[in-house]
């Protein structure tokens, strides 16, 4: 295991920093930005630094390259920046001549907002996203108008009931809440089997399914727009699927980001935009704990999520809309 972890950081240049070995020679390879580094000593102005908490492999890079989380760069072109899967193993690094050389300029200096027809991502300030959420409704009341009885959920005569899954592992219905503006109640239902859950809003009338949702929906003042957005891991891509709530037969706009991970429940403004604390992905994972969260006391970022338009889509994307509306 060797030396103790002292602390660890982020490498913050745009080009990455350059990594030395343990004899203080040039490795030839960089350290990428955003990388997390695990520091377990300082020499002169380097540290030795591990890729992991295992620190089976150590290298030297310069200290004034590693940051703190607030120091992790978050601009508009991170943020509207699309997922991309990780090859595991060789993520931290990269190689070429630009490595390790400081960058002309901040991603942001290329971010062009018509290069996003169907949804912009922009980053804002706290007090702005605190101005906006006093303009926000709140439909979603938590309350026990539905309780369950014998593994099962009745709403107007129609059941919903546990069962085992695959392995005998159970799949269950749990009531979440209603809308009483939709004259709807939300039901989670959970397959611990194939470690999904799904939303079910339940009309409260007749019992029917109005619509699925992969996460509790959240709707805009005027219950024009609906957002459904959320991150099951944190190496998973952010998702946000919006649409027109009234407009039947709409797919909405449907995006996969990279970056950043949504915090907390987010809120539609008067705007009709859509406001919510974030942080970056790579430190995602440290805020799944209560006591993380304590010590490093919410170090959020803010964004305002602009819907513009349907995201354009095709069957041979691969794609298809989640259901909506009943259709």
Known sequence: MGKKILREG???PQNGTKAFGMDR???????????????????DSLFLVADDAQRETLFYIQK?????????????????APFR??????????????CGEAGE???????NPDDYPDVEVNLITEKEFNKMKKTSVEYFEINNA?????????????????????????????????????????????????????????DKTTGEEIATFSNAPVFSANLDYVMDMGQLYSDSPTIIHAYKWKEKGSHGT???????????????????CFYTAVVPSITAESYRSDNARD??????????????????????DGYTPPTTNGE
């Open 105 to 111: 300029f901040t991603s942001d200096y290329l971010f």
């Open 254 to 272: 449907y995006k996969e980001f990279g970056n950043w991970s949504p915090m907390g429940k987010g809120f539609w403004g008067s705007d009709n």
């Open 146 to 202: 539905i309780t369950k009885k014998d593994s099962t959920i009745t709403i107007a005569g129609k059941e919903f009931r546990d069962g085992k899954g695959d392995g005998g592992m159970p799949n269950t219905y749990i009531y979440a809440g209603e809308y009483k503006a939709l004259h709807a109640y939300l039901l989670l239902y959970v397959c611990e089997a194939c470690e999904e859950y799904t939303y079910f809003l339940i």
């Open 295 to 316: 010590i490093k006391k919410y170090n959020y970022r803010y964004i305002k999520i602009k819907i513009k338009a349907d995201t354009p889509w095709t069957e041979e």
């Open 85 to 98: 899967e990780k090859q595991y193993g060789t993520e931290n690094y990269i190689s070429g001549e630009n």
């Open 10 to 12: 982020y490498v913050i």
């Open 25 to 43: 020679q040039d490795a030839r390879f960089c350290y990428r930005e955003k990388s997390k580094v695990y520091i377990l000593d300082e020499a």
């Open 64 to 80: 004034k390259a590693v940051g703190t989380e607030l120091d992790i760069p978050l601009d508009n072109a991170d943020l509207n």
